[in-house]
């Protein structure tokens, strides 16, 4: 958050200091070619106190704690919060930095944080058992590692996952890259996300449909972004903007749209990809992260606009008649100077060596248990039967994912990224890094992953939580 107060104060300076010395006699100053200060004010992102001075640490505290948000106007909902806010506070700092999170667990349930994307050692990973228990009621934990990636990443919980995130617990989490060229834009963080609400401002129950529930996925009836149901943005026509997305959502997908508008997606989960890639519609699944330009621009003769929510069909009818919502609205408060064009953006992206790759075949399944239960799994074994992936340390592995029913999965893996080789036999674009993927409906899927020094026990999962605590996850024992 300090670095989006310097952003805006900056923005601020700009704007006066480009009319110093003018008179009431003058014309009329330069117009701005960047967002007025205040212009994201309505998505502004909670915020924790970094209690050491040493520019290289960012150590903060963080309460899992049950509170008291407006999100249905005249109507308090208690949800489960990091610090009392939704979402919880923005954590930032810059590649290198040691991140140190004194964590108190105030729920009536044990707990975990789950750092969602980032290359930590095996025991800061969040996950109960592995090596350490869950976090009881009343008991801490400290977290502490370093950052060694710039990209946008988030965290929640990893205990009853699809409740505990559902009902409020996840964060955004940036790590900025201080050689990153200038000129991309006024930057938002933008915490994607939905939540299941009654009329009387209460939380749905987190099984509501049972088995119907789990097998679409259970989602909210509002979207929400940062907390906030269909916030305005007080932009300039045609300023740059840079959005960095995160889909916290435990099962919704988000495709964006906006008239007269495109998206320039220059990286997601593991930072800058080689090069940028415009698209009309920004897809993001659940658990991924998109880095993306536009430049907001209204109809002719109107004054606003809104980035509307598209139905994606992830199977089994999930798009059918279901009308577009607005999920952002912008407010357009004058025109802009035409943008500067964007400095040169490339990364050089080796790709994983695959010739001598260990091959690992999966499928994505889904059967009745022993209890007449839906019980979906690894190829026919839901998690708690399920037999470990071995991985020599150093190995490189190239994973074969098969998606075997009529839903697409989200699919992703703990603790180290991953280059995607094809997706039904395409290759991607655009080579990246990523930790989570979209497996689609009867398709099929090949990543290359190289196992690193980080021995452990590694998760890997459906990111619509309801499937991965319906039995689809497994863990790779990288020794």
């Not at 980032?118 to 009343?138: E, F, H, K, S, T």
Request: hydrophobic letters at 40%; glycine letters at 10%.
């Amino acid at each position: 958050m300090r670095f989006e107060k310097l952003a805006l104060v900056a923005s601020a300076l700009s704007a006066v200091l480009s009319c110093a010395g003018c008179s009431s006699a003058d014309a009329d100053p330069k117009p701005l070619d960047h967002e007025p200060a205040g212009w994201a004010d309505e998505v502004v992102l909670p915020t924790v106190e970094d209690l050491d001075s040493d520019p290289n640490i960012l150590e903060v505290n963080i309460e899992a704690q049950v509170s008291s948000v407006e999100i249905v106007k005249g109507k308090p909902t208690e949800l489960w919060t990091y610090n009392g806010g939704l979402p919880g506070p923005l954590l930032r700092a810059k590649v290198g930095d040691r991140l140190v999170v004194h964590f108190k667990n105030s729920l009536p349930q044990p707990t975990s944080v789950h750092w969602h994307g980032l290359r930590v050692p095996n025991d800061q990973d969040g996950v109960p058992d592995m090596p350490y228990p869950a976090i009881a009621p009343g008991e801490t934990f400290d977290y502490s590692f370093v950052l060694p990636d710039a990209g946008t990443y988030w965290y929640h919980p990893h205990v009853n996952s699809a409740e505990q995130l559902g009902d409020g617990l996840y964060g955004p989490l940036v790590v900025d890259d201080p050689n990153e060229p200038m000129g991309l834009g006024d930057e938002a963080v933008l915490v994607l996300s939905d939540i299941a609400i009654d009329d009387n401002g209460k939380l749905m129950p987190s099984d509501g449909g049972g088995d119907f529930g789990t097998l679409f996925g259970r989602e909210g009836n509002y979207m929400l972004v940062n907390g906030k149901v269909q916030p305005t943005l007080h932009v300039l026509t045609g300023a740059r903007q840079r959005w960095r997305v995160i889909n916290a959502a435990k099962a919704r997908y988000f495709q964006l749209a906006i008239p007269n508008t495109t998206f320039t997606r220059i990286g997601g989960d593991g930072g800058m990809s080689e090069r940028p890639m415009t698209e009309d519609r920004l897809l993001v699944t659940p658990a991924q992260r998109a880095d993306v330009i536009l430049e907001p621009r209204p109809a002719m003769g109107q004054n606003i606009a809104s980035a509307r929510w598209v139905a994606y069909d992830r199977g089994f009818g999930t798009a059918f008649n279901r009308p577009d919502e607005d999920v952002i609205r912008f407010s357009f408060e004058g025109e802009a100077a035409k943008p500067a064009p964007l400095p040169e953006l490339h990364r050089e992206l080796a790709p994983i060596d695959i010739a001598n790759a260990r091959p690992i075949d999966i499928s994505l399944t889904i059967a009745t248990g022993d209890t007449g239960r839906l019980e979906m799994g690894i190829n026919g074994v839901p998690s708690w039967k399920a037999e470990h992936v071995m991985a020599p340390l150093g190995e490189h592995q190239l994973w074969t994912v098969k998606n075997t029913f009529e839903f697409d999965h989200p699919f992703h893996m703990h603790g180290y990224f991953f280059q995607v080789v094809d997706v039904n036999g395409v290759a991607p674009a655009v080579r990246e890094w990523t930790d989570t993927l979209n497996v689609p409906v009867n398709g099929v899927v090949r990543f290359a992953v190289s196992f690193d020094d980080r021995p452990g026990m590694w998760m890997f999962h459906c990111h619509i939580l309801d499937h991965a605590d319906a039995g689809m996850m497994g863990m790779v024992h990288v020794q």
